[in-house]
């Protein structure tokens, strides 16, 4: 193990997280992300704004050196908008999906984009008030975030394992770990990235999307692991909002360490090329139907395994980055939580199993977003 004086420099990351507010009356998605956002004033650990439906906010963190310092800044983004939505009312849930929906075409917030996505994509944008956990790690240019897109592929349903965290919509139980994947799937470009062979590949898709309005413009690049169109990082969007910070920032520790293999060339990290994407497409939808709880598909064998190996494989393959980041500790430490309780969806159900009450099952998710479970 290196001293920490002697580590390397590494990426930098930060984590933009999606919460609903709950109205604690109904238990349906109320309240405006607007007004929680103006309570909420900001501060250096990050940025606060609506998203796409009224009942919706993100948190955006300032740009962070390693995990403990994004743990912090995710512990204190997420109790000041638990406060603020508070002062006005509402509840704030970390849940990829709202448990009891609104009757009726949920609305969209009030923004020129948001009403041209509506106007343009109709249908399809009114169940599109999900919640994800978008990781970004720093990158130099674009042809090293499409390499480091490329090294990550094969891994993304391992990394949506992390988080799968809604398994209840419309006040049942989907058979989904991650209903929120099935809704976001909805979308025309919600896939897999292709293998990148160049930046001018990466262009020419992006130019054709935008051609045949299958996206408005870049950010509408709804690739799990897309070049940010706003900031110079690879942005990994696969996963569900996370149920504690804890899982946020496994997460987060994962994603850095596989990008930073790539930014490093080191061939010993060097994960199965060119997986077929109807292949990778196929274990993705696996992982968020069955969780961490049941079977995955590994998609560079095309076999079944335990859920549990696939994650657990994933931080064998990338034990030799861990360490030298210095980071394997505390990898090994909150994957340890995560097995010890159990994904969120796994505990959501068990909550929901002791008296079939949905409503508990929202007290559960609004108790976690503030929770933390490890030092």
């Known amino acids: 193990?290196?001293?920490?004086?002697?580590?390397?420099?590494?990426?930098?990351?930060?984590?933009?997280?999606?919460?609903?507010?709950?109205?604690?009356?109904?238990?349906?998605?109320a309240g405006s992300g607007v007004a929680v956002s103006r309570v909420r004033h900001g501060g250096n650990e990050g940025e606060v704004h609506p998203e796409l439906a009224p009942s919706q906010i993100e948190a955006a963190s300032s740009v962070c050196r390693d995990l403990c310092e994004l743990r912090r800044t995710l512990i204190r983004l997420r109790t000041e908008l638990a406060t603020a939505a508070a002062e006005q009312g509402w509840r704030l849930a970390a849940i990829g999906a709202a448990p009891i929906g609104q009757p009726g075409p949920p609305p969209v917030t009030d923004t020129p984009r948001y009403r041209r996505m509506y106007a343009e994509y109709g249908s399809i944008i009114e169940e599109q008030g999900v919640c994800g956990c978008h990781v970004h790690v720093g990158t130099p240019d674009l042809e090293s975030t499409l390499r480091a897109s490329n090294w990550l592929r094969p891994w993304l349903p391992a990394l949506l394992l992390v988080t799968t965290n809604s398994p209840f919509y419309r006040g049942v139980d989907t058979g989904y770990a991650s209903w929120r994947f099935a809704l976001w799937s909805r979308l025309p470009t919600a896939r897999p990235a292709p293998h990148f062979t160049s930046v001018a590949h990466y262009r020419g898709l992006l130019d054709c999307f935008l051609t045949s309005g299958m996206a408005?413009?870049?950010?509408?690049?709804?690739?799990?692991?897309?070049?940010?169109?706003?900031?110079?990082?690879?942005?990994?969007?696969?996963?569900?909002?996370?149920?504690?910070?804890d899982e946020a920032v496994l997460l987060a520790g994962l994603i850095r360490a596989l990008v930073t293999a790539a930014l490093a060339a080191d061939d010993r990290l060097r994960g199965p090329e060119h997986i077929d994407d109807q292949m990778l497409w196929a274990a993705c939808w696996r992982a968020a139907r069955d969780g961490l709880e049941g079977d995955a598909l590994d998609a560079a064998t095309g076999r079944l395994v335990p859920a549990w190996q696939l994650l657990t494989d994933l931080v064998e393959h990338l034990r030799p980055v861990l360490e030298e980041n210095g980071d394997l500790g505390l990898i090994n430490q909150l994957l340890r939580t995560l097995r010890a309780r159990g994904s969120a969806a796994s505990r959501q159900r068990a909550v929901y199993g002791r008296h079939f009450d949905i409503g508990e099952v929202i007290d559960h998710a609004v108790a976690e977003t503030t929770q933390c479970t490890s030092p």
């Open 1 to 29: 193990m290196v001293r920490p004086t002697d580590r390397p420099t590494l990426p930098t990351l930060g984590v933009e997280e999606e919460f609903i507010l709950v109205d604690p009356q109904t238990l349906q998605p």
């Open 216 to 245: 408005m413009d870049p950010g509408m690049l709804y690739w799990y692991a897309r070049p940010s169109a706003h900031l110079p990082t690879l942005e990994v969007r696969v996963a569900d909002a996370a149920a504690t910070v």
